[in-house]
């Protein structure tokens, strides 16, 4: 058993992250500190009330762009059911290792810092590394939307970025966009006893509910099919005897690159008429990265050896901090992928596999050394 990253991801799920109503500060405070013991260059950065992100960098000395890794070190609440397992105790039991974020995302965070703690000779040798670890990314990416609009801090421009969300160690090449619309109506009040003295906006929002499900976003596409949309919640009136004069519902879409979020979003309007007020709440851009990139077919190739069948272009159905770093970096080729089960994020007994921990921490090794390879090669 790999110590040193079981060790850190222990280390990691001990600290309470839950997001709402989100504390990362101190969980990434301990990491600076650790990451600063060995070797790395670290500055932390806020972006409110013990809120922060982290960004860590191990210099080069060759030309060439570094290699990025992010990750996110916020987690989903527990949820009403109840544990089996400690939720910050990091326990493993049948070679699972159990914990809120173990497989979102706290194990491939571990496991990409200790691939680079490694393999720290070679990178000093090569262009880099730069580490981008991120708060508030299950509430729409609030960690890196402040730091890419903080005109104090500048990203350098990596040549690759792996985003480690769990993906049970398969390489995908992208994910739908989110886009998340909270639509109001505005009534009348009246007593509820004398309803014709008022306008229902429970009823108009009702009416608007039935014309959504009627939408079409777009047309499917070739490889994220099609673009999906839903009513997510409802909200209105404030006492059973009164006329309610305002509703609202939230509504969250998922798209693909072809799909313009500004035009979706007048399309809906126009849908469901002027008595509908839109705002955006989320507005996260799809990500893809071309199958044929040399160092995406570099990664496929490394991850081969650990799936049974062949490693094909796929993408993942959530969203990531990819959908605002991506522009941000400068637009470089990015994967999603870590040793997370992807159907443990957000479960209750979230766990990851331990063979699969390990296994990334050799993975993300070789896709460094590759990494460099490609630059000395000029394939990037």
Known sequence: MDQDVIALTRALLG??????????????????????????????????????????????????????????????????????????????????????????????????????????????????????????????????????????????????????????????????GALWLRCATHGKTAHGAMPELGINAIYL???????????????????????????????????????PDKASFDVDMRTDPTLTHATLKSRLQQHLSDVVTINTLVDLPAVLTERQNPWVRRVFADCQPLHDTPVEAKIVPYFTDAALLVDALGNPPCLILGPGEPSMAHQTDEYCRVSRLEESVGLYQQIIEDYYLLIEQGAL
């Open 15 to 176: 600290f309470n992250t839950i997001n709402p109503p989100g504390d990362e500060v101190e969980c990434l405070s301990w990491l600076a500190s650790f990451l600063s013991d060995t070797g790395f260059e670290v500055k932390l950065h806020d972006f409110g009330e013990r809120r922060c992100n982290l960004i860590a960098t191990l210099a080069g000395s060759a030309a060439g762009k570094p290699l990025a890794f992010t990750g996110h070190l916020d987690t989903v609440p527990l949820g009403n059911a109840q544990w089996k397992f400690d939720p910050f105790a990091g326990e493993i039991a049948d070679g699972k290792l159990y914990g809120r974020g173990s497989s979102d995302m706290k194990a491939a965070i571990a496991a990409f810092i200790v691939a680079c703690i490694h393999r720290q000779e070679v990178i000093a040798q090569n262009s880099g590394v730069m580490l981008i670890l991120t708060g508030g990314e299950e509430t729409g990416c609030d960690g890196a939307r402040a730091m890419i609009n903080d005109p104090n801090l500048t990203l350098a421009q990596p040549g690759a970025l792996i985003v480690g969300e769990p993906t049970d160690n398969y390489p995908m090449v992208g994910h739908k």
């Open 205 to 243: 929002a009702a009416d608007a509910i039935g014309k959504i499900r009627h939408f079409d976003p777009g047309p499917p596409h070739p490889l994220m099919k099609k673009p999906t949309l839903n009513v997510g919640t409802f909200q209105g009136g404030l006492n059973i005897n009164s006329v």
